[in-house]
C-alpha cells in the first residue's frame, strides 16, 4: 500500500511488518546502498528523513508529551547497508518501525 509518492521519493507499508508501523522510503533514482551515495545526495537523504519523521506522526507513532512531562510513543528509521549489515534489497530504503510494543 503507498502513503506517498513524490518525484524524487516513494513509501509505502511493509509487506513483512516487524512492527505495528512498518514502512519503507525509497528513492526513485538506483541507490544500491547507503554506501554509494555522496555529496550529491545530501538533499534526497535530507528529504528521506523529513519524510520519515511526518509519515511516523501521520501513523500515530510520532513521540508524545505527558501530562507528566515524559514521552511515549516513538519509532525509529533504519537503512540496512551490506550483507553484513542484513541489506536484503539492494535498492537504498529506509524502515520506518513503530507502534505500540512488543514488537516482532
Known sequence: TIVHQDEDLIAFKDIR???PVHLLIIPRIHLDTLSATGPEHHTLLGKMLVLAANL???SGCAPVLQVDGSLAGG????INTGPDGGQ???HLHMHVIGGPKPWR
Open 88 to 90: 536484503e534489497v539492494y
Open 17 to 19: 511488518p516487524a512492527a
Open 75 to 78: 519509532y525509529k528509521t533504519l
Open 56 to 58: 511516523a506522526e501521520k
